[in-house]
Each structure stands twice: as structure tokens, then as C-alpha cells.
């Protein structure tokens, strides 16, 4: 089907003006006679213009995403990084060693209770007194996981980081 200028602009939702610019990049080849464009030919051509330049800018928008996506990658590990410095955050094999450490000082705390307190109460023969006993040295047992101290989980190693080396990394 042979169409004008006009009826291509209206077939493939563009302008006159944008069907001579491609022209004259050059699609849109005329007939023989110059005295019109074939439809078929010119639809095709404009449907593979449109998905070449579709193409072309997502793959800009793909690299753009890849490195928008990098740079929040990179935000993240900064605001960690920035967290442990300020004793909002710790290294899990740091808490894990911490966590055991204590524990089992609580244990060892507790199986000591039974000797050193059937010594203390042996003779006693007021029960409030002895409940006391037993309470005063529990709670004291007990104190010891309430305890928290950032710098103890970490081992210190805080101070020792190198905090230019950090920067440099980022």
C-alpha cells in the first residue's frame, strides 16, 4: 500500500516533521516515482528504529541501575562500619565469644552456690535467714549477666582500626 507523507505520520502516531527527519537519516525510502512510501516497509522500519533506540537506552539505564544499586551498597557498608565505631554494633563471632565467656562464668557461679552456701546455713536453724542467704547470693550471681560493656565485646578491637585505611576503601 503506497500512502503519502501525512498518512504515514498519522499510521505510526508521529509527526510530518519527525517522517522527514528520519528520512533524512535515512529510513523511510520513497517509491520509485518519489511520489510516496510504502506502508508495509515503513511500519517495519519504524518498529525496529523504535526498539533499537529502546534497546540502546536500557542498556544505559541497566549500567546507570547497576551503579546506583553499587553506591547503595557502598551507603550501607559505611553506616555499619559507622555503627561499630559508635558501640551500636558488633561482630557476631565478638558477641559469640562474650555471650560464652559469660555464661559460663554464670555457670561455674551457680555450681559453686551449693557448697559455699550449705557452709554458711549449716547451723542455721531460722528459715527467713537462710532464705536470704540463698537469695543474696543468687541475685549476686545473677548481677553478673546483667553486665554490658562494648568495649569488652569487642575485645578492643575498636581503637585498633585504622580509620584512613577505611576511607580509602569506600
Not at 20 to 28: S, Y
Not at 95 to 105: G, K, R, T, Y
Request: aromatic letters at 6%.
Amino acid at each position: 500500500m503506497i500512502v503519502n507523507q501525512k498518512e504515514l505520520a498519522q499510521c505510526l502516531g508521529i509527526s510530518t516533521r519527525q517522517i522527514r527527519n528520519l528520512k533524512q537519516e535515512g529510513m523511510f525510502q520513497t517509491t520509485k516515482g518519489g511520489r510516496g512510501y510504502i506502508l508495509e516497509t515503513c511500519v517495519q522500519e519504524y518498529i525496529n528504529f523504535k526498539i533499537n533506540a529502546e534497546m540502546g537506552r536500557s542498556a544505559s539505564i541497566s549500567f546507570e541501575r547497576i551503579r546506583a544499586d553499587h553506591e547503595e551498597v557502598k551507603k550501607n557498608i559505611s553506616l555499619l562500619k559507622l555503627r561499630r565505631l559508635r558501640r551500636e554494633l558488633h561482630e557476631a563471632a565478638d558477641v559469640e565469644v562474650f555471650l560464652s565467656d559469660m555464661l559460663i562464668h554464670f555457670k561455674n557461679r551457680l555450681l559453686a552456690l551449693p557448697p559455699k552456701m550449705a557452709m554458711q546455713i549449716a547451723g542455721e536453724k531460722d528459715i527467713n535467714k537462710i532464705i536470704q542467704s540463698l537469695n543474696k547470693s543468687i541475685y549476686e550471681a545473677l548481677e553478673e549477666l546483667s553486665e554490658y560493656d562494648p568495649d569488652e565485646i569487642d575485645g578492643l578491637k575498636i581503637e585498633s582500626l585504622d580509620i584512613e585505611d577505611e576511607d580509602e576503601e569506600l
